[in-house]
């Protein structure tokens, strides 16, 4: 099987509030050819769009978003069903796993408390305020 040489077209943001302070901007990138997605984010103050341009994904998997309302913060993970997270939030390591559905889960309730994750492609284009609770997803058409 030959490496596919990307095309990739324009997919589209999300973008993060806490309230009405903007935390990240989330794009992604889908290959017109293979599908694949590259994702890329910005944080306020940068407006490069390379400067937070994640790595190109090797294998078939998802880009999830990962908000801990805990400690205000959003990250990308590039996720397969049944594999695990390892998120680090109030000096202390947490094992998120993700099922068939591509939805998080924990061996302890607790563990979940003020943690939410969503596919990118899912929610996209669109906004999340986490200062809601639940955090509230307006997706645009």
């Not at 997919?11 to 293979?34: H, P, T």
């Not at 306020?44 to 978003?65: A, F, N, Q, V």
Request: proline share 4%; net charge neutral.
């Amino acid at each position: 099987m030959s490496e596919c040489s990307h095309e990739y077209v324009y997919g589209g943001l999300l973008n993060v509030f806490d309230g009405k302070k903007l935390l990240k901007v989330f794009e992604y990138w889908k290959c017109r050819r293979c599908g694949k997605v590259r994702v890329g984010y910005r944080s306020p103050g940068y407006t490069s769009p390379t400067d937070g341009l994640l790595p190109e994904p090797r294998d078939d998997g998802r880009w999830m978003i990962l908000i801990c309302k805990q400690t205000k913060n959003v990250e990308a993970y590039y996720v397969k069903s049944r594999e695990k997270i390892i998120h680090t939030c109030r000096n202390r390591e947490r094992e998120l796993y993700i099922d068939d559905e591509y939805k998080i889960l924990s061996k302890d309730m607790e563990e979940l408390e003020g943690h939410y994750g969503f596919l990118l492609e899912d929610i996209s284009p669109g906004v999340i305020d986490i200062s809601k609770d639940p955090v509230k997803i307006i997706k645009s058409t």
